[in-house]
């Protein structure tokens, strides 16, 4: 059964501090591998999308990297901000159609002044 | 551009009333998806269409629940009769179609059947 596990489930931090959140997948195939941060009462919006041959990418002050040999993803988020309280959410993808995704259920970070 | 248009933004209905949930997809986009998000489940889809024809609907519930899509700007998803067990937040998305396209979400429908 394909499964995406994200920790820590919730977190806070100072703002000014880094902070990494980690996702472990079990989805086969693989196609690609997203992060995905969803404001409270809104959508979920697209960081970082990663394929099989790419091991980082960086949107601003994230970053994410992608381990595909031990199914392992992390995003690390530099310099936190107040407005980066939010959950982030991994995907993995099947295929390239993007109807095969996978979710995890969430970190939900709190940024504390 | 505007985004994903949801509407209602909150809809409270009584169980066994029919509800209907809109989306505007981002012009241009051929790839329209439902989501259904809940505390427990978290973000499950419902429905894929491609192009405007439904390709894979194996998410949707129950026969409660259908979708449309008569064209490329608009898509609708129903549910009748509602109930309690259907209170969630709905979320429409749209994408270009492409191996490495970004969803593009809606900011949802919060539904509530009392």
């Known amino acids: 059964k394909n499964q995406v596990e994200q920790s820590p489930q919730s977190l806070i931090i100072l703002e000014g501090k880094n902070c990494t959140l980690q996702c472990n997948y079990t989805v086969s195939p693989f196609s690609n591998l997203r992060w995905y941060k969803q404001d409270t009462g809104r959508g979920p919006v697209s960081l970082t999308i990663m394929t099989f041959s790419e091991n980082t990418k960086s949107n601003g002050r994230y970053t994410a990297t992608l381990d595909a040999d031990t199914k392992q993803s992390s995003l690390h988020i530099t310099a936190s901000q107040l407005s980066d309280s939010a959950s982030y959410i991994c995907v993995v993808s099947a295929n390239n159609a993007g109807n095969m995704l996978t979710f995890g259920g969430g970190t939900r970070l709190m940024v504390k002044p | 551009d505007a985004g994903v248009i949801q509407s209602p933004r909150h809809e409270v209905t009584e169980m066994g009333q029919e509800v209907t949930l809109r989306c505007k997809p981002i012009?241009?986009?051929?790839?329209l998806f439902w989501y259904r998000q809940t505390m427990m489940r978290g973000l499950e889809l419902l429905i894929y269409?491609?192009?405007?024809?439904?390709?894979?609907d194996s998410g949707m519930p129950e026969d409660r629940f259908s979708a449309k899509m008569p064209n490329a700007s608009f898509s609708t998803l129903k549910i009748q009769p509602s109930e309690p067990r259907d209170s969630a937040v709905y979320f429409c998305?749209?994408?270009?179609?492409?191996?490495?396209?970004?969803?593009?979400f809606g900011n949802g429908t919060r539904l509530t059947v009392t």
């Open positions: 998305a749209s994408s270009l179609g492409l191996p490495t396209s970004p969803l593009h």
């Open positions: 269409f491609n192009n405007n024809v439904p390709i894979d």
């Open positions: 012009s241009g986009h051929n790839s």
